[in-house]
């Protein structure tokens, strides 16, 4: 598994695990989150605005097993 980077690093348009420093969230930066602030805000369902510290990529799911 990839180790937590920094935000200003977290691509945009795609579900990732974010940390703000308090809990880890799953949430999205659209391509209007950068605006004119330094720091990026992400959208987390049912919280809203969440302005973390931290990224790294969702894990892969697990495979199907009969």
Request: hydrophobic share 35%; aromatic share 12%; charged share 25%.
């Amino acid at each position: 598994m990839t180790n937590w980077q920094p935000i200003e690093t977290a691509p945009e348009d795609s579900e990732i695990l974010l940390w703000d420093g308090i809990g880890i969230y799953i949430g999205e930066c659209w391509a209007d989150c950068r605006g004119d602030d330094s720091q990026p805000y992400f959208i987390v369902l049912e919280i809203g605005q969440i302005f973390p510290t931290h990224w790294m990529p969702l894990p892969k799911p697990p495979k199907e097993t009969e």
